[in-house]
């Protein structure tokens, strides 16, 4: 340590786990086709994929999360957007079930100096969950901040969110398509909601959320791009820090703290 120092400041610190990614973003706008593609072309880049919150990758696997995820959707009674009517306890089993996909698997992965991808991770909770308690945007906008600060004191926010955005209507009939169902009025205005609210936390923390829209780019550029962001990524060591409130560091366990090279 340097003398007359009393350890690193915040920002001096690096970490040396893996990177934490997710992928976000609003139904059938190509999470999960893109991640697989990007994993194909990446196959010895030693990826994670996780997608505990998918309805249809939902498995018999006996293990926590899942037995979460089953609870919420047989009390959901169908309703794509888990809602029982306890949006509460809705919020919190999900969140639960995102800090067992980090302690089960995540932080295994990272400490080995895995990239873990999240297919739909806290983002999405804090999404979804606040349009339900909330039908004016400003208040959604604010209680999503304060879901994202619950989760970051339980387990990391992701190092990078990779936000695949498209027109609007496009998505969500691919989504239809893909499901076979049609979505109701009221679901639609749900998914137009949740697709801005991405888009306001996006354009909050541009450090973390990287916006990829389909409408620019090709498949190929995508993929390409995905793979350069996620390359380019640091693992945090830092205290997480959102909505100006700062939960405890978390990366303790899986990173040890350094000098930054200067
Ligand atoms: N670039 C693409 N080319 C062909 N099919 C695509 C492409 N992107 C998405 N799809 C199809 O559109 C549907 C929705 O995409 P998906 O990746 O499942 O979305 P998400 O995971 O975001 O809900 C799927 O049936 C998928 O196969
Ligand atoms: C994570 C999360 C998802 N959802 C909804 C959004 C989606 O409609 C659905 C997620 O299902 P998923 O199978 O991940 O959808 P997709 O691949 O189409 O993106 O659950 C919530 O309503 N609340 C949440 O906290």
């Given at each position: 340590m340097t003398p007359g120092r009393e350890g690193p400041a915040a920002h001096d610190l690096r970490c040396h786990r893996g990177r934490l990614i997710s992928v976000e973003g609003i139904s059938g706008v190509g999470k999960t086709h893109l991640t697989g593609q990007l994993l194909e072309r990446h196959t010895s880049d030693g990826f994670v994929v996780l997608e505990e919150f998918s309805q249809r990758h939902h498995t018999d696997d006996n293990d926590l999360g899942r037995d979460l995820l089953r609870i919420l959707i047989a009390a959901a009674n169908g309703d794509p957007f888990l809602r029982s009517g306890h949006p509460g306890t809705e919020t919190l089993l999900l969140l639960a079930i995102k800090t067992f996909d980090y302690e089960n698997g995540s932080a295994t992965a990272l400490a080995q100096g895995r990239t873990v991808i999240e297919g739909r991770s806290v983002h999405s909770t804090a999404v979804y969950q606040s349009l339900i308690?909330?039908?004016?945007?400003?208040?959604?906008?604010q209680h999503a901040q304060l879901i994202l600060d619950l989760a970051a004191r339980w387990r990391p926010l992701p190092d990078l969110t990779i936000l695949i955005t498209d027109d609007m209507t496009?998505?969500?009939?691919?989504?239809?398509?893909?499901?076979?169902?049609?979505?109701?009025?009221?679901?639609?205005?749900?998914?137009?909601?949740?697709?801005?609210?991405?888009?306001?936390?996006?354009?909050?923390?541009p450090q973390r959320l990287?916006?990829?829209?389909?409408?620019?780019?090709?498949?190929?550029?995508?993929?390409?791009?995905?793979?350069?962001?996620?390359?380019?990524?640091?693992?945090?060591?830092?205290?997480?820090?959102?909505?100006?409130?700062t939960a405890p560091a978390r990366c303790s366990q899986d990173c040890q703290p350094q000098h930054a090279e200067r």
């Open positions: 308690v909330h039908p004016d945007d400003q208040s959604a906008y496009a998505a969500i009939r691919r989504a239809e398509t893909r499901d076979g169902i049609r979505y109701t009025e009221q679901q639609w205005q749900l998914h137009r909601r949740a697709d801005a609210l991405f888009g306001r936390l996006a354009a909050d923390d990287t916006v990829l829209d389909r409408r620019r780019l090709t498949n190929d550029q995508l993929i390409d791009q995905m793979a350069d962001h996620i390359a380019a990524a640091s693992p945090r060591c830092l205290a997480e820090t959102v909505n100006r409130t």
